[in-house]
T-cell receptor, first 112, second 113 residues
Framework: QKEVEQNSGPLSVPEGAIASLNCTYSDRGSQSFFWYRQYSGKSPELIMSIYSNGDKEDGRFTAQLNKASQYVSLLIRDSQPSDSATYLCAVDSGAGSYQLTFGKGTKLSVIP | EPEVTQTPSHQVTQMGQEVILRCVPISNHLYFYWYRQILGQKVEFLVSFYNNEISEKSEIFDDQFSVERPDGSNFTLKIRSTKLEDSAMYFC???????????FGQGTRLTVV
């Protein structure tokens, strides 16, 4: 059974601070890792993808991957109230399968 | 910006009835997916579809479910005889060839009464 684990939160940070979201996964064969943002009642919106160990930056977002530790994280710098949402970690099944396994998500609240 | 579109946005149906959920994937994408999310729970994979056939399916995708690409643009999910526990948000997603990123439609909220 492939598992993706996230702290459900809520994680509260003040506006302008760095929000740090973490995710662990069980399948060592996974090759592609994604962060989606989901506003309440809405669909997942892709914000970052990462495939190799290390950091990947895109604007205020930085994804970090450590395959040895089976750990993925997302940092959001200069957090804004509009960043308040649930952040879903998703992992593929590897071996050419792009079926995604999602974590339950971490609810982020950015306090003005 | 291209997007995945789903219709209807909300469907209410009686238990035992058939429903068809519709999706128009991004036009040059070749891989199509259905996921569902029961209220308060994880997004769960149902099925993937490529080259006019199912490539993977989960345990949830039993004989009550089927998918079809009836023409060049639509991708549908049919639930033959709905149960109360089928109530969920159903998301269609698509992915381009040579690309790992999947983009989701806005979802159909299915309520079985």
């Amino acid at each position: 059974q492939k598992e993706v684990e996230q702290n459900s939160g809520p994680l509260s940070v003040p506006e302008g601070a760095i929000a740090s979201l973490n995710c662990t996964y069980s399948d060592r064969g996974s090759q592609s890792f994604f962060w989606y943002r989901q506003y309440s009642g809405k669909s997942p919106e892709l914000i970052m993808s990462i495939y190799s160990n290390g950091d990947k930056e895109d604007g205020r977002f930085t994804a970090q991957l450590n395959k040895a530790s089976q750990y993925v994280s997302l940092l959001i710098r200069d957090s804004q109230p509009s960043d308040s949402a649930t952040y879903l970690c998703a992992v593929d099944s590897g071996a050419g399968s792009y079926q995604l396994t999602f974590g339950k998500g971490t609810k982020l609240s950015v306090i003005p | 910006e291209p997007e995945v579109t789903q219709t209807p946005s909300h469907q209410v149906t009686q238990m035992g009835q058939e429903v068809i959920l519709r999706c128009v994937p991004i036009s040059n994408h070749l891989y199509f997916y259905w996921y569902r999310q029961i209220l308060g729970q994880k997004v769960e994979f149902l099925v993937s579809f490529y080259n006019n056939e199912i490539s993977e399916k989960s345990e949830i995708f039993d004989d009550q479910f089927s998918v079809e690409r009836p023409d060049g643009s639509n991708f549908t999910l049919k639930i033959r005889s709905t149960k109360l526990e089928d109530s969920a948000m159903y998301f269609c997603a698509s992915r381009g060839d040579g690309n790992t990123e999947a983009f989701f439609g806005q979802g159909t909220r299915l309520t079985v009464v």
